[in-house]
Antibody, heavy 115, light 112 residues
Framework: EVQILETGGGLVKPGGSLRLSCATS????????MNWVRQAPGKGLEWVAQ??????????YYAESLEGRVTISRDDSKSSVYLQVSSLRAEDTAIYYC??????WGQGVMVTVSS | DVVLTQTPPTLLATIGQSVSISCRSS???????????LNWLLQRTGQSPQPLIY???KLESGVPNRFSGSGSGTDFTLKISGVEAEDLGVYYC?????????FGSGTKLEIK
């Protein structure tokens, strides 16, 4: 059974940073691209970042709205993917989801940016 | 960026009714490798999105066959043949042919 668990969310002050983690199991992590998607309260889904697998040299892609403030990374030995977000703004307040190939999604982790 | 326009934004249906949701793309979603990376997702209230359809028309494992997807190029449709109560929620189309990856704005299905 595929399991995806995001952690690391919480309340952060504007200008702060945080690192989200996504631990996975139940599939061959090395084979898959991994994505982060976010959803602001009451809003739709917004793609944040993607990291490809080793076969694609771990290439990374980012949403333009976050580029320069976000870094996605992965640790294949831990079947985990990470999202580092800096210079946080109120509009970054959202549930952040980790997804494997759009087939399986975590429950999401809430990030609230507020003073 | 590729803009996905979903219509209608809200759909009110009775149990057993067949409904369709349209997803129109601002540019062709046909990839140079011949695949069209257009998926449909359902997000029930308070839950994570779940996959329904991938590559335009392929049904995800475990998804009832009352769901079907069709289309090509820039015009795509999700059809539910006989809505059931468990189908309520917000439906999203999404594309990953072009970066940045994008989602439609969603269609909320409500049951009368």
């Amino acid at each position: 059974e595929v399991q995806i668990l995001e952690t690391g969310g919480g309340l952060v002050k504007p200008g702060g940073s945080l690192r989200l983690s996504c631990a996975t199991s139940g599939f061959n992590f090395n084979d898959y691209f991994m994505n982060w998607v976010r959803q602001a309260p009451g809003k739709g889904l917004e793609w944040v970042a993607q990291i490809r697998n080793k076969n694609y040299n771990y290439a990374t892609y980012y949403a333009e709205s976050l580029e320069g403030r976000v870094t996605i990374s992965r640790d294949d030995s831990k079947s985990s993917v990470y999202l580092q977000v800096s210079s946080l703004r109120a509009e970054d307040t959202a549930i952040y989801y980790c997804t494997m190939n759009w087939e399986d999604w975590g429950q999401g982790v809430m990030v609230t940016v507020s003073s | 960026d590729v803009v996905l326009t979903q219509t209608p934004p809200t759909l009110l249906a009775t149990i057993g009714q067949s409904v369709s949701i349209s997803c129109r793309s601002s540019q062709s979603l046909l990839h140079s490798n011949g695949n069209t990376y257009l998926n449909w997702l359902l997000q029930r209230t308070g839950q994570s999105p779940q996959p329904l359809i991938y590559l335009v028309s392929k049904l995800e494992s475990g998804v009832p066959n009352r769901f079907s997807g069709s289309g090509s190029g820039t015009d795509f449709t999700l059809k539910i043949s006989g809505v059931e109560a468990e189908d309520l929620g917000v439906y999203y189309c999404m594309q990953f042919t072009h970066y940045p990856l994008t989602f439609g704005s969603g269609t909320k299905l409500e049951i009368k």
